[in-house]
């Protein structure tokens, strides 16, 4: 479920990648976690609202949110983090996120569309099924009218799915890369996603002859909470 807030003040300046903690005023619904959580913001720079976007757990804090009134105000911290693109715009980019990760990502390379940016922009999408893979078609709709942008989207359990998947199917292995990212010698790999995905892709990255000096993370720790 995405959201979207309106802006008091001045404008909220970040960088795409970056995240805020977001409190809940006066929750419906509380439990021992409190009612403030950290969200990636999904939206870019420059939009008139700010969005973020969350897999429904059923915590107390997403049920206060998803049934939060239209106009209800809410407490923004931030922003906070270097999950950001290099400096270095000649050097390619190759995003790895899994599920809900896609939120840093979705923000990136947004604003990297609306810059008319000539960055090489690669993103590996992975997901169960493709009901769970948050702004596909749009991402994949940004690909077709962008050529600096390329999109492989994997499914892990795709044939629980109720919809036909033509394309990708299993993990993202260290054959994998050297399948579908070999030629990206020079590139910048970034990698979110709840933690064991990170931990996971990371290592696998290495294994393939990444230089871990070129692998930035963002672990998504409590993001069932």
């Known amino acids: 479920m995405a959201f979207w807030f309106g802006i008091d003040g001045q404008p909220f300046v970040f960088k795409p990648g970056q995240c805020i903690r977001i409190t809940l005023l006066d929750p419906l619904y ?3 976690k409190g009612n403030a959580r950290d969200f990636s913001i999904a939206s870019s720079p420059g939009e008139p609202s700010l969005m973020i976007a969350t897999r429904m757990t059923g915590s107390a804090f997403k049920r206060s949110l998803a049934n939060l009134p239209l106009g209800s105000s809410v407490q923004m911290n931030g922003p906070y983090g270097d999950f950001f693109l290099d400096a270095d715009p000649m ?3 190759v995003f790895l996120a899994g599920g809900i990760g896609i939120t840093p990502f979705r923000s990136m390379i947004k ?3 609306k810059q008319h940016s000539e960055q090489r922009l690669t993103l590996v ?3 169960r099924t493709p009901e769970d893979a948050a702004f596909l078609d749009e991402l994949q709709n940004w690909e077709r009218e962008n050529p600096s942008f390329h999109i492989i989207a994997t499914m892990t359990q795709a044939r629980n799915s109720g919809k036909t998947w033509m394309g990708r199917r ?3 292995d260290t054959q994998f890369v050297k399948n579908h990212l070999r030629d990206q010698a020079q590139s910048i790999y970034y990698v979110a996603g709840p933690p064991r995905f990170v931990s996971a892709v990371a ?3 290495a294994r393939a002859g990444v230089n871990k000096g070129d692998i930035r993370t963002d672990e998504f720790f409590g ?3």
Do not use: F, M, S, W
Request: proline share 5%; with cysteine.
């Open 223 to 225: 993001y069932g909470a």
């Open 170 to 172: 299993g993990y993202v």
């Open 203 to 205: 290592d696998v990255l």
């Open 91 to 93: 050097r390619p980019a």
């Open 111 to 113: 604003h990297a569309i």
């Open 125 to 127: 999408y992975c997901n």
């Open 30 to 32: 509380e439990d021992k």
